[in-house]
């Protein structure tokens, strides 16, 4: 695969609220800003992860160009999370649950599956893993999720057993996540980036860790890798409520920018490194963000508006820099989860709820949205990769 493939393809993780699909005209909402010329129009394959429900149970979907492939039988429910195209290969991130409450953690790869490694079993016999994200930089295969791991602690003769942060790489599991006060605490990977430069390989995953205080337990974001300080972990928020970090991307300088959402006000997030650099907007998330160079920095998501989730586009980094722009119109709930940007063009991957109330899985390009699914049953829409032909 080229190197503008391997720049092109971004993804977010599962996320826990669906939502419609109408065509909407894009609306800035930022003022003062000069119009913006309309970027050259591309030819481009695009494809786009999630589930379709099938009546029955949620089915993990892959679709190219709107043509719908199930990769799950819809014997157990199940999500696509993640897409990633290199060559004429095509990666996708599935997690499924099984009727005993069991998740397994998948690699879905040209029509074969993959069960990825899910660590020890509880005391019941069970194991839990979650596939959220992938990205195949050269030809290494990254997969971010969580799995399960055991201590002893003290002098207890039971191992403990919680779920913790997890890269795969090329099928090996590594621990990613901070394991907390006397490494109990539990944790998840929604993200994962790679990028090379000359000798030098960059890998950044994001997600969420909890910490213990006293009684307590509490959620904070997280990024492990970036700039020399690849292989740690780094807290991006300290707060009392904490926060989660859901998206990540390696700009051309090998830094990171990580977006997500704050527990303690409840804000949209945008850092750089380990470094908070802005708030996007109040009552709001952020799920997926892609970066060109240090100056040009999208984050997609959703904001609360008059008690509708309103899909949202932010453009730029600094403070006092943002300029917003609504994908949806506002009337029925939205959100946007993930954004891939080719010469200038906007593919981002959401979901709208549609008249009928049920949820569909739908993309923008340059705001036009495209339906993939008709809201007669619910739908999501998760990750897009887009090639240029």
């Known amino acids: 695969m080229t190197t503008v493939m391997l720049k092109n393809c971004i993804f977010s993780f599962s996320i826990l609220v669906f939502i419609f699909l109408s065509s909407c005209k894009k609306e800035d909402v930022s003022s003062g800003n000069p119009p913006v010329t309309p970027p050259a ?49 095509v990666y996708v991130a599935i997690t499924e649950v099984r009727a005993n409450g069991v998740s397994v953690a998948k690699l879905w790869k040209n029509g074969v599956t993959t069960v990825l490694d899910a660590g020890v079993a509880d005391d019941l016999g069970k194991t839990y893993a979650a596939a959220n994200a992938v990205f195949v930089n050269e030809n290494t295969v990254y997969i971010a999720g969580y799995r399960q791991m055991s201590i002893i602690e003290g002098n207890s003769p039971t191992p403990h057993v919680f779920r ?19 490494g109990l605490a539990t944790s998840a990977a929604y993200c994962v980036h790679a990028k090379s430069k000359v000798s030098a390989t960059n890998v950044s995953v994001c997600g969420v860790t909890s910490t213990i205080a006293e009684i307590s337990t509490y959620d904070l974001p997280f990024f492990w890798g970036g700039q020399n300080t690849n292989s740690q972990n780094n807290l991006l928020e300290s707060g009392k409520f904490g926060g989660i970090a859901y998206g990540c991307f390696i700009n051309d300088n090998l830094f990171t920018y990580s977006v997500g959402h704050s527990y303690t006000d409840g804000k949209a997030k945008l850092w750089r490194e380990n470094t908070q650099i802005t708030d996007l907007a109040d009552n709001a998330t952020a799920y997926g963000v892609y970066a060109v160079g240090d100056t040009s920095v999208y984050s997609v998501g959703f904001q609360l508006v008059n008690g509708k989730s309103v899909a949202k586009l932010w453009k730029g980094f600094l403070p006092g820099s943002i ?36 949820f569909a899985a739908k993309y923008w390009k340059n705001g036009v949205a495209v339906s993939l699914t008709d809201g007669i049953k619910d739908a999501a829409a998760y990750s897009i990769c887009v090639i240029k032909k």
């Open 323 to 358: 300029r917003a722009t609504n994908l949806s119109d506002g009337t029925k709930d939205a959100t946007a989860n993930a954004i891939q940007v080719i010469e200038g063009n906007e593919f981002i991957a959401g979901s709208e709820r549609t008249s009928s109330g049920y």
């Open 41 to 89: 129009n591309i030819e481009a394959d695009v494809y786009v992860a999630g589930y379709s429900f099938n009546g029955k149970a949620n089915v993990a979907t892959l679709w190219k160009n709107g043509v719908a492939t199930d990769l799950t039988d819809g014997t157990n429910g199940a999500v696509a999370n993640s897409v990633f195209v290199k060559g004429t290969d």
């Open 164 to 182: 913790v942060a997890t890269v795969w790489i090329d099928g090996s599991p590594r621990y990613v996540g901070n394991q907390g006060r006397n």
